[in-house]
């Protein structure tokens, strides 16, 4: 067979952007439909498709070479089909989640509605495959194609997801996989005559009636029965509520309602007066909160009742920064108590479009109100420059008190913080929340003014968990480099519902803590710590348990205990059942209070229920992982065997195989992860860091595999080069990073784009070296061993994903960074010495 280049490597390019764009395209109607947990899980799962189809490439190689023109005409039909329609059939698959764990048919309903979400991604890795098998001796040019198509195909996702709804966006991708087949066709004589020709008239003709039908046929939305929305959407249909206005977009699609039979008034005391009329505000189908209905402050008078107020009731006329509020509401809190000033910093722009189409919108209109589009912790790092960027959480910030006068606020609040506690009740636990870690702390702390106030209120949950590790974070940010003693600058208090944790620039004086103890008894609320308390001190207006041995709650307990010495601090978090060690910028999870140790501890209290006690989102995440393994016995161990028992040249290089594209496949997907956290702080805007990485990363490491190609020495010298590069830049990339991006944290947007894709070059050329060099080795021996190695590296890959999170929570970002280095340094000292010796 003799075909052009050329085309057959956009074939390729568009077949992969296609790929990457679905990704995207699942995870958003996923996100919106079910929850993240699920959606986890079934995306990783999906994903499995890439390292099926090199099982199958492998162990059917000689079969398909055979009868090649309809193979691959057959995969790319399969695949427009699956693409566009997975999703819509997928939905009628979809289990009922709540009852998985005990219905026989909801579970093979979720393995169904998984499988057919696995099509597509099977069919693409497949094609890729196929192309990577049949151009071998030109595998470099056709990688490069590959991951120049995934990183424009991620990039495309994502602006795709601002103009077309989640649920039409499949669809519209599949029409890539049109566009490919006529490449292909253009690729391969085969096709332009006899057999052949009708084979690709059929096929082209085909694709493009799967691809326009997919695009007329209606679809409508199928959020699950249990989600918020899915409630308002039933009284709606009744006559009860009423659908106000929504768009869509990359972060979430925003749903406003009238529900009058929904009040949303977080913390609320039993005798506060009734709140004003209310929207309620959805983000992906959850309950984001009420949006109050009314122009002026003096009709929001049951926010002063709230446990938020508590840190208000002590400041007069503030200067209020609000971190992450989204329905406004607690802009009427500030505004009620008489704030000359209150800054709203809020990163999702479309939340404020939506709301100033209706009534709820007027707060953030008033006079007094500034709305700034970024992520909090940019907020706070963009004024600070590079001491507060990459200050981290040991290092940089002042930590012993409040900023100057000048620009500085005299609350902030950590808005984005508040609500119920959802550790345990989806994939939170497991998301990253650079907000919540010692250094984005401290620097809110270095913004307050001297007699500034930073506030948290969270929902209390049996044993506490979420509100003791903010009193540890606030405490352990407040100690600062220098060791000062936080005690005299915290307070916290609690009604039946909440905790409220603040936090003092500076040590508090015996007026403003009787100020404190006055406002909580106001408030009919508890006090657990404020600097001198004792057993005397302690109420009991609401009833919470501790300890039997002790006085006062467990909160009372938890806070002596983490202003004791480091040695009581240390057995304190040894001994607590949750993990509520401070957050840090190297493993920013605050939602995750898994521990290993404390799995004994579960299963004696809460018996055969001890599963759904867990932190959910671990239990997504490691079953994830455990489910890769298994899977990896079956899709590797096939084509392993299949390769033995043809034997011939390939069985020499099956070892180094395996070794060489499990390492590659894991450290490519930590590299990626890693910088996808590292750039989302630097850019303000997680959908901006993701475009930047992926194409920066996947752009330039094709660029890096055509390039290396080209070079005249043998592929095992270019892996030990590449291998080397990659783990010594690992190394420096951890290290230097951070102080490099806060040199320039403070520049306009585009600017700090291009800067994340200029230094982001030398690494992403680096990893671009690796696959097709081995390729290139494996291809030389036997072209058996080409569809082995996309298996084995598919799997990696899927593997990483939640492999990474485990590590990141446990040991940091720099174990993910130490462990990526050590799989490239293990790839170079691995590399063959020649171009055809075996290991």
């Known amino acids: 067979m003799s075909a052009r280049i050329a085309p057959a490597a956009g074939a390729v390019f568009l077949v992969s952007a296609l790929v990457l764009g679905l990704q995207i395209a699942f995870i958003r109607v996923l996100s919106l439909d079910t929850y993240h947990h699920f959606t986890y899980l079934v995306i990783s799962t999906a994903l499995l498709g890439f ?115 989640p649920y039409r966006m499949p669809a519209v991708i599949s029409a890539l996989g049109v566009a490919a087949l006529v490449l292909w066709v253009f690729a391969w004589p085969e096709y332009h005559r006899g057999r052949g020709r009708i084979i690709a008239g059929a096929a082209l003709a085909a694709t493009t009636v799967a691809a326009v039908a997919g695009l007329l046929l209606p679809v409508e939305s199928s959020v699950d029965q249990y989600k918020p929305m899915a409630h308002a959407q039933r009284l709606a249909r009744q006559g009860d509520a009423r659908y106000v206005d929504g768009t869509f977009g990359p972060r979430a699609r925003i749903d406003v309602f009238d529900v009058p039979s929904m009040h949303h008034t977080l913390f609320a005391a039993p005798t506060a007066p009734s709140p004003p009329p209310q929207l ?10 009420g949006v109050f209905l009314t122009g002026e402050a003096t009709e929001a008078e049951v926010v002063r009742h709230t446990a938020q107020s508590l840190a208000y009731r002590q400041v007069e006329r503030p200067r209020v920064l609000l971190l992450g509020e989204q329905t406004g509401v607690n802009v009427w809190l500030a505004l009620a108590h008489g704030a000359r000033e209150v800054v709203v910093v809020q990163p999702n722009p479309q939340i404020r479009r939506v709301l100033a189409d209706t009534d709820g919108g007027a707060v953030f209109r008033h006079p007094a109100v500034e709305v700034v589009h970024t992520e909090p912790r ?31 606020f005299d609350i902030i609040h ?17 998301r990253e929340d650079y907000l919540l870690t010692v250094a984005a702390v401290r620097a809110a702390v270095d913004r307050l003014s ?62 403003r803590v009787a100020a404190f103890r006055e406002a909580a008894a106001e408030l009919s609320m ?166 930047a990485v992926l194409t920066a990363i996947l752009v330039f490491s094709g660029t890096g595999s055509y390039l290396q190609g080209r070079l005249r020495m043998p592929p095992g010298r270019r892996i030990r080069l590449g291998g080397l590069a990659v783990a010594v830049l690992a190394l420096v990339y951890y290290l230097g990073l951070d102080p490099v991006l806060g040199l320039a944290v403070d520049a306009n947007e585009p600017l700090r784009f291009v800067i994340s894709l200029v230094l982001l070059f030398p ?32 799997v990696a890959s899927v593997a990483a994903t939640p492999l990474s999170v485990m590590i990141a929570t446990g040991g940091g970002f ?20 020649t171009r055809h010796s075996a290991l």
């Open 280 to 289: 309620s505000l959805f983000l992906d189908g959850a309950h984001a909160g």
């Open 526 to 691: 508890d006090a657990d710590y404020h600097p001198g308390i004792s057993p005397a001190d302690l109420t009991n207006r609401n009833r919470v348990p501790g300890p039997e041995d002790s006085a006062g709650s467990y909160y009372y307990h938890a806070a002596q205990r983490i202003l004791g010495g480091q040695a009581e601090r240390e057995r304190f978090y040894a001994d607590w059942v949750y993990n509520v060690r401070p957050p840090t910028d190297d493993s920013p999870y605050f939602h995750s209070f898994f521990r290993w140790g404390s799995l004994d501890t579960y299963i004696e209290s809460y018996g055969r229920s001890w599963f759904q006690r867990l932190e959910l989102g671990y239990a997504v995440v490691f079953v994830t992982f455990l489910q890769v393994l298994l899977a990896a016995l079956v899709l590797v161990l096939a084509p392993v065997l299949v390769v033995r028992r043809r034997g011939g040249t390939a069985g020499g290089r099956v070892g180094w195989t395996l070794l060489h594209f499990t390492a590659i496949g894991l450290g490519f997907l930590f590299v990626e992860m890693l910088h996808i956290q590292r750039f989302t702080r630097f850019l303000g805007d997680p959908i901006y860091a993701t475009a």
């Open 814 to 833: 720099l174990a993910v960074s130490l462990i990526a280095g050590a799989c490239y340094l293990l790839v170079a000292v691995a590399a063959p010495r």
């Open 51 to 165: 390292g099926a189809s090199g099982t199958v490439l492998s162990v059917a190689r000689r079969w398909i070479t055979r009868r090649f023109a309809g193979v691959s005409a057959a995969i790319l039909v399969l695949l427009v089909l699956s693409a566009a329609y997975a999703y819509r059939v997928a939905v009628v698959l979809r289990p009922d989640m709540q009852y998985v764990l005990y219905s026989f048919a909801e579970v093979m309903k979720l393995w169904a509605h998984t499988l057919v979400l696995f099509l597509p991604f099977f069919f693409g890795g497949a094609f890729v495959g196929l192309a990577l098998s049949t151009f071998h001796r030109q595998v470099g040019a056709i990688y490069a194609a590959n991951m120049i198509g995934s990183g424009l195909g991620g990039v495309g996702g994502v602006l795709l997801a601002f103009l077309v709804v």
């Open 378 to 408: 940019h907020f706070l790092a963009a004024d600070g420059g590079a001491t507060a960027y990459a200050g981290a959480d040991g290092g940089a910030g002042r930590g012993a008190g409040g900023g100057s006068d000048n620009g500085a």
């Open 414 to 430: 950590l808005a984005e913080a508040e609500g119920m506690p959802a550790g345990s009740g989806g994939l939170a636990s497991m």
């Open 450 to 511: 001297p007699e500034g106030l930073l506030t948290v209120t969270r929902g209390m949950q049996t044993p506490p968990r979420d509100n003791v590790r903010l009193f540890s974070l606030l405490a352990e940010a407040l100690r600062g480099p220098g060791g000062h003693d936080p005690a005299s600058r915290l307070l916290q208090a609690r009604n039946y519902l909440a905790v409220t944790t603040i936090a003092a620039a500076r040590p508090l004086e015996p007026e």
């Open 763 to 794: 690494i992403s050329f680096a990893l671009g070296w690796l696959m097709p060099a081995g390729l290139e080795i494996a291809g030389n021996r036997s072209e058996d061993l080409i569809p082995l190695a996309w298996a084995v590296n598919g």
